[in-house]
């Protein structure tokens, strides 16, 4: 399989598996409500209408345009290293994870959060899969650590 097909469908599934969650937590979970799992960590119904942790609240277009210029350049640096091996990981995890937080976006204006640890803002599988995005492309960036590497000659 080519890298660009790898990419859309890790990012479809991600977009998939973000929404049927959401959906199913909205229709399960009233708004507002919480559900406890263990050791402090709840299902919850909230909305998120900033971004990461609830900063820049109620941003709207804004943050989707933002979404969107951010989304372009990965496109650009995908095509531009698609070659690279395992770079259609995280752009497929970081498309799909910001495809669905931007679908929520436009259709209600915030985002579906869902999963509460305690002393943390509730998050939702797209907020997953862009940090595993992230990490996985700063691995892919930096390649895996060189053999013997602090070891001394």
Do not use: C
Not at 84 to 112: C, E, F, H
């Amino acid at each position: 399989m080519k890298p660009v097909a790898r990419a859309a469908l890790v990012a479809a599934l991600t977009v998939a598996v973000d929404q049927g969650v959401k959906a199913l937590v909205r229709g399960t979970i009233d708004r507002g409500d919480a559900v406890d799992l263990i050791l402090g960590i709840k299902l919850v119904n909230v909305r998120n209408s900033g971004i990461a942790f609830g900063m820049f609240s109620g941003g709207g277009v804004v943050l989707v345009i933002f979404a969107l210029a951010a989304l372009t350049a990965l496109l650009v640096f995908f095509f531009s290293h698609r070659d690279r091996p395992l770079v259609w990981l995280p752009t497929g995890l970081l498309i799909g994870g910001a495809a669905g937080n931007l679908i929520d976006r436009v259709r209600d204006s915030a985002v579906t959060d869902f999963i509460d640890f305690p002393a943390w803002r509730a998050f939702n599988v797209a907020d997953i899969a862009i940090t595993f995005g992230v990490l996985s492309l700063l691995y892919v960036l930096e390649g895996p650590p060189a053999r013997g590497a602090g070891r001394r000659s």
